[in-house]
């Protein structure tokens, strides 16, 4: 599809689990590289090009140097985490979710990959009866705040992001999440919030040319 993400020119794909793929494949890295080698092979062969190939972690699962991960993908990314936590009736603030998150990020300063960086527009899933702990909803300045943390986290560590040809990184990170309404993860407009969350991308990251090409 044109407006699938590349990266330096190169197509951003990222299997959900690294740990699961892992189990998949009867925790055989061989058997792993394989069916990476055969997917890049038929991207490739498709006039798609070349590929970035990341592994989903959880918080805090930093790749050392003599992991398989470390041979096999180009990057790690963390789609979302929570705190170990009990639920309880009431709700838990944003912030100890932040907290969580902001020292897993740090860690992975220490990552044998690069590391696409996260943080949560939110984690409440009370609607769906769910056992896992819940937190209150970031309000607007909370929300803010943290966009500005991963900004400045993606200035002062350059294993944040994804690699480029010659040695430079693209800056990134991913949000949880655009429209997760039954956990609570939402950046998406809502009747009660309106565009809140996207205007403070916006004043945070700015936004792109409407005419800019490929790579976004």
Do not use: C
């Not at 003599?66 to 180009?74: E, Q």
């Amino acid at each position: 599809h044109p407006s699938y993400l590349r990266v330096g020119g190169k197509l951003v794909f990222k299997i959900h689990s690294a740990h699961h793929f892992a189990l998949d494949n009867g925790d055989d890295p061989a058997r792993e590289k394989r069916q990476l080698d055969q997917l890049r092979a038929s991207v490739k062969e498709a006039g798609l090009g070349e590929m970035l190939v990341g592994g989903g972690v959880m918080g805090g699962s930093v790749v050392g140097q003599d992991w398989p991960a470390a041979k096999l993908f180009d990057f790690t990314n963390t789609y979302m985490d929570l705190p170990k936590l009990e639920q309880k009736p009431e709700d838990y603030p944003f912030q100890e979710l932040a907290k969580a998150i902001r020292q897993w990020n740090a860690q992975q300063a220490k990552s044998a990959l690069p590391y696409v960086p996260f943080m949560a527009a939110g984690f409440n899933a009370r609607p769906w009866r769910d056992k896992r702990p819940a937190f209150a909803f970031p309000t607007a300045a909370e929300f803010e705040a943290e966009l500005r943390q991963i900004a400045a986290d993606l200035d002062a560590n350059p294993r944040f992001g994804l690699p480029l040809l010659g040695g430079g990184r693209q800056k990134l990170f991913t949000i949880y999440a655009w429209n997760e309404f039954g956990e609570g993860g939402i950046v998406a407009p809502t009747k009660g919030e309106g565009m809140t969350k996207l205007e403070a991308i916006e004043r945070v990251f700015g936004r792109a040319p409407r005419d800019a090409k490929a790579d976004r």
